[in-house]
């Protein structure tokens, strides 16, 4: 299928094809084993700070080392729906695959029967956004399907021939889902276009920050890409996963190695421009001798990290140096940003 491209974010030759550095030692990790016996490829988080394995026998926290729930049934997704309190769980119960939807306000844990699928059903996710609305992810007549419930209607809104490795309401109107290497964003009213293209890297996982920026993990690393398009690398390439982000930490659920890797993440500020030249005066007054226009390089500034000298001489010599009272005044203010 074609997708008319919204916007595009690419990633530059360098970060794909080069090697992929770790960042500064304010991020720290912490790995936790994951059994054989009760592993499954998926990553459900309960807030606050739980994050839980869909297991063959019920719910499974690898990093609090507790089980959540136990049941016969085999669970092979888990996601919290906080507008009412419940969690939205698919699992496998007598050869049936079902979605369900579990109260966690009573101390029974009520259950109740959302969709009886009639394929092999994936996972399910409900919108935050809209009371009721879910939407699941299924294996139906040769084709992968995402499907949406509400009002105990069920619509088919996209199908592949490849699998939609993972899927993220991110508003009331749209949904991220992964495919093919991309990322596509999807309006419910609308098409479906490219977010991100990892090329012929592969695509494990992705996350939103809460701050209009994603986290994907492909095969060398983990990238952080935001709304301005910049991508900063703030693993190794030796962690790749299912991504869960939540106050400040990074889950990730790497399934080759059977662990739980939690990545804490200082600011994520600083990770938007980790890897980006740091400007200096020297930087500015290049630029001016370039013929850079004024508009050229506070954009230039405002986009990157800074470490100005604005010294009273320093402030003298850029100007003998050409450069306008308005770049001046933004160095002043985007260094205010960067002073510890």
Request: aromatic share 12%; glycine share 4%.
């Amino acid at each position: 299928m074609q997708f008319r491209i919204k916007y595009f974010i690419v990633l530059f030759s360098f970060l794909i094809l080069g090697k992929l550095y770790a960042q500064n030692d304010s991020i720290k990790i912490k790995s936790y084993e994951i059994s054989d016996q009760y592993f499954v490829n998926y990553l459900g988080f309960i807030k606050p700070a739980l994050a839980v394995v869909p297991t063959n026998g019920g719910l499974f926290s690898p990093n609090w080392q507790l089980w959540y729930l136990k049941t016969q049934d085999s669970i092979l997704s888990i996601e919290p729906s906080y507008l009412d309190t419940t969690l939205v769980i698919t699992r496998t119960s007598k050869h049936v695959f079902e979605i369900i939807k579990m109260y966690t306000d009573t101390t029974s844990k009520k259950i109740m029967p959302l969709v009886l699928t009639r394929g092999l059903v994936f996972y399910a996710v409900p919108s935050n956004y809209t009371k009721g609305l879910s939407f699941y992810v299924v294996w139906c007549n040769n084709r992968y399907n995402i499907c949406q419930h509400y009002n105990n209607k069920v619509d088919t809104l996209f199908h592949s021939d490849k699998m939609i490795d993972q899927l993220e309401v991110i508003s009331k109107s749209a949904i991220l889902f992964s495919y093919d290497n991309q990322i596509i964003i999807y309006p419910l009213t609308g098409k479906p276009s490219v977010l991100f293209d990892a090329d012929k890297n592969k695509i494990y996982g992705f996350t939103s920050d809460n701050e209009g920026g994603l986290f994907v993990s492909i095969d060398k690393g983990i990238l952080r890409i935001d709304k301005e398009k910049y991508q900063s690398l703030i693993s190794t390439d030796s962690i790749k996963g299912k991504l869960r982000y939540f106050n400040k930490e990074l889950y990730v659920l790497d399934a080759d190695n059977k662990k739980l890797q939690v990545i804490h993440i200082p600011s994520l500020e600083d990770l938007s421009y980790s890897g980006k030249v740091t400007l200096t005066n020297d930087s500015i007054v290049k630029m001016v001798l370039e013929k850079f226009t004024d508009e050229q390089i506070i954009q230039k500034i405002n986009s990157s990290k800074a470490n100005f000298d604005l010294s009273v001489n320093a402030m003298i010599a850029l100007s003998k140096q050409n450069v306008s009272s308005d770049v001046m005044i933004v160095m002043d203010n985007r260094s205010k940003k960067f002073k510890h």
